[in-house]
């Protein structure tokens, strides 16, 4: 049973930082393209960042400079340093493996989605 567990998201004036994690069982997550989604109130599920199997990264233009996102093979689990925060960032955040590597705005995923992790950005 694949379970994806989201971690590290939390409050945040804008310009601030954090570092989300993605932590998943039942899979070998080195063997997917992975990323990391966004859904904020009223809007629909967005990918932003993402990360084949061989490494190379994808970003969304809205975070593109200012997001990383990067995986731990031996842990399993897959980041996303988020640095100089908008009020537009807000949102919970969720990782899955992508239908789509290039972020184009499809938020579909292949896997059961988690909780997710709420992040909040405000003055």
């Known amino acids: 049973q694949v379970q994806l ?67 731990d093979n031996a842990k399993n689990t897959v980041y996303l340093q988020m640095n100089s925060l908008k009020l537009e960032d807000a949102a919970v955040y969720y990782c899955n493996a992508p239908v789509m590597i290039v972020p184009t705005g499809d938020g579909r995923g292949k896997f059961p989605w988690g909780q997710g992790t709420q992040v909040t950005v405000s003055s």
């Open 5 to 71: 567990v989201e971690s590290g998201g939390g409050l945040v004036q804008p310009g601030g930082s954090l570092r989300l994690s993605c932590a998943a069982s039942g899979i070998i997550s080195s063997t997917y393209n992975m990323g990391w989604y966004r859904q904020a109130p009223g809007k629909q599920r967005e990918l932003v960042a993402t990360i084949s199997r061989s490494g190379s990264t994808y970003y969304a233009d809205s975070v593109k400079g200012r997001f990383t996102i990067s995986r």
